[in-house]
């Protein structure tokens, strides 16, 4: 009996050091991370607030096209051609699963899809928070936590901000997408630094597979010019111009599923061209696309709607855009220069997705005009150029002001500053201008989709177009709706 109660004693003794350290855990956690959880805790209630108060449970537009994928789950019909349905060259096999997973178990509430958006920025912020926090470790082993903590609540603010907010319908699984894409970003960063083997390679070809297949639709372009780029840039600038065997064959294997992939998916052919016409008219109209590039940089911090209801003048997107690709040119000259590839091709992977994608959006839109990248429904592809960029300005400050000899202030330390300074003033004085009116603008539009969901309720052969999608299609989603109860249809 005794010896009994004395184990029993070492068991409280070794649950209480365990309880302890795991406390001691938690709080050195809190500590050493607390100004990005109080940043990031309050931009996440700003976005649910933003959420509440601009979107309406109503289905319209592709989020009526689903329908018939639930109708024929409810009648025991489903089959995997539902679940591939293409819509022009996009496969939405995500955004099917996705519609399906919600009608089955949340009675089709479109509210879900702008969360999902959140959901999404978060798992980005916090994903790109531990290779950004070991970059600067790497290089300023003394500096301390909290300004590293502090430029990347910075970076947070570009991530959550409203020149690209929560949205619905098909472009749910494009924004996932992209959290995918910075995964294989974060193994393809360690591939060309030669860092791991083929475990490495084997986790980048299965998040790969699943970006490409399931969620990229036909926005893959951005990836591919990301990691081509990155490619060439190490055969061109790095120090270690090798490339491994395992790099060699995760890029071949991507070529070749992008292949398969525009082998079987249908090419968008409404500007009356097909994939290499379309390469051939890419070029030769070389102005108008170097315009869209400009364009494109330009809504990474002015969205669409403040251009077209507030700033409504071509000559400031072209001024915004020349001076945000100024700052980009002058960041990979900072990059190259310091030789910063040794620690991270990630800045240059971030900003190469959306300048690739860009020229993905012009690719596949050759006569929507050169401000057609600026759309809303691609501003979530553009916002990781400004984190490329800013990373590397960031690691200018640091080194700048945390060199040995700090107390000289060299001529070339006050241009860098001066231009860091600029640099970061004009893209946060503009995405701030811009998130502030996409806040103001919300109620307006509640408004815009309370008038799509009384349409939705009590169509009529004078209303059902403002649906903006297919009368006939409409009338025999809206029964469907009726039919399962979802949706505005659920009370």
């Not at 490619?231 to 995760?250: D, P, Q, R, S």
């Not at 079987?264 to 016409?277: E, R, V, Y």
């Not at 057609?372 to 690691?395: D, K, P, T």
């Not at 860091?420 to 998130?435: D, G, H, P, R, Y």
């Amino acid at each position: 009996m005794p010896k009994k109660i004395t184990h029993m004693k070492m068991l409280r003794i070794k649950l209480v050091e365990s309880s302890s350290k795991i406390l001691y855990k938690i709080k050195d956690f809190l500590a050493d991370n607390f100004i990005i959880i109080f940043v990031l805790s309050v931009l996440i209630f700003l976005s649910i607030w933003y959420i509440g108060r601009t979107y309406v449970d109503v289905p319209f537009l592709d989020g009526l096209m689903h329908l018939t994928t639930v109708d024929n789950y409810y009648q025991g019909k489903l089959s995997l051609n539902d679940i591939i349905r293409p819509f022009g060259e996009h496969r939405l096999v995500g955004y099917s699963l996705i519609y399906l997973g919600n009608a089955i178990f949340f009675g089709l509430n479109i509210i879900l899809e702008p969360y999902i958006f959140l959901l999404t920025y978060i798992v980005i912020a916090i994903f790109l928070y531990l290779p950004y926090k070991k970059f600067f470790r790497a290089y300023f082993e003394k500096i301390d936590k909290r300004w590293i903590q502090i430029s990347y609540a910075s970076i947070l603010l570009i991530i959550f901000s409203l020149v690209h907010p929560p949205e619905i319908f098909m472009a749910t699984q494009f924004v996932i997408a992209t959290f995918f894409f910075i995964i294989t970003a974060y193994f393809f960063d360690l591939l060309a630094r030669g860092k791991e083997g083929r475990k490495t390679l084997i986790f980048f070809i299965f998040f790969m597979l699943i970006y490409l297949l399931i969620f990229s639709g036909s926005y893959f372009g951005g990836a591919l010019f990301s990691i081509t780029f990155s490619l060439v840039y190490k055969k061109i600038f790095a120090e270690n111009k090798k490339l491994n065997i395992n790099i060699i064959t995760g890029y071949l294997l991507t070529v070749f599923i992008i292949f398969v992939y525009l082998y079987f998916a249908k090419i968008n052919t409404l500007d009356g061209m097909g994939l290499s016409n379309k390469v051939i008219t890419f070029f030769s109209r070389i102005n108008e696309t170097s315009l869209s590039l400009i364009a494109g940089l330009s809504a990474s911090t002015i969205d669409i709607h403040t251009f077209q209801e507030k700033i409504i003048n071509d000559k400031y997107i072209l001024l915004n855009g020349i001076a945000l690709f100024s700052i980009g040119m002058y960041s990979l000259y900072q990059y190259t220069k310091n030789k910063l590839y040794k620690e991270s091709y990630i800045p240059i992977l971030l900003m190469m997705y959306s300048v690739g994608a860009i020229f993905t959006i012009r690719l596949g839109r050759l006569n929507g005009g050169w401000q057609w990248a600026m759309n809303e429904w691609y501003s979530f592809h553009l916002y990781f150029y400004l984190i490329g960029v800013l990373w590397i300005l960031y690691y200018l400050i640091f080194q700048a002001f945390l060199e040995k000899n700090d107390l000289k202030v060299s001529k070339g330390k006050i241009i860098t500053i001066c231009i860091v300074f600029v640099s970061v003033l004009l893209i946060f004085s503009t995405s701030t201008f811009s998130s502030y009116y996409q806040w103001k603008r919300g109620s307006s539009v509640k408004i815009y989709l309370i008038n799509k969901r009384n349409v939705l309720l009590n169509p009529t052969d004078s209303t059902i177009d403002q649906l903006l999608w297919a009368k006939k299609d409409t009338y025999k989603a809206i029964e469907i709706l009726k039919k399962y109860k979802l949706s505005s249809y659920r009370d």
